[in-house]
């Protein structure tokens, strides 16, 4: 069993960043590909970024060239930072973990998931 626990949100004005983390339980991390989602009021859950146990790292276009997708496995922490946030990134940012595949973005891919957290771009 896993947990994950993820922080960092808040709220930022539009062209402001923010680094969000998430700690994982467990002493097997550095074989989890982890993933970041994300959902925005009124929208289904999406996929945002991911980074396989071999570091090799994916994202969405939504995502692609402002945020970036990193670990560290010593920390068991990946993290999410956002660059020029937009009012279109406000959403609540999950994160996600699959033992074993190397690359996943789908939902139905990832076995454990945290809590969420908030993260609110003002124009």
């Known amino acids: 069993q896993v947990q994950l626990v993820e922080s960092g949100g808040g709220l930022v004005q539009a062209g402001g960043s923010l680094r969000l983390s998430c700690e994982a339980s467990?002493?097997?991390?550095?074989?989890?590909?982890m993933g970041w989602f994300r959902q925005a009021p009124g929208k289904e859950r999406e996929f945002g970024a991911a980074i396989s146990w071999g570091s090799r790292t994916y994202y969405a276009d939504t995502m692609k060239g402002r945020f970036t997708i990193s670990r560290d496995d010593a920390k068991n922490t990946v993290y999410l930072q956002m660059n020029n946030l937009k009012p279109e990134d406000t959403a609540v940012y999950y994160c996600?973990?699959?033992?074993?595949?190397?690359?996943?973005?789908?939902?139905?891919?990832?076995?454990?998931w945290g809590q969420g957290t908030q993260v609110t771009v003002s124009s």
């Open positions: 996600a973990a699959v033992y074993g595949r190397y690359s996943a973005n789908r939902e139905v891919e990832y076995d454990y």
């Open positions: 467990g002493r097997t991390f550095s074989s989890y590909t």
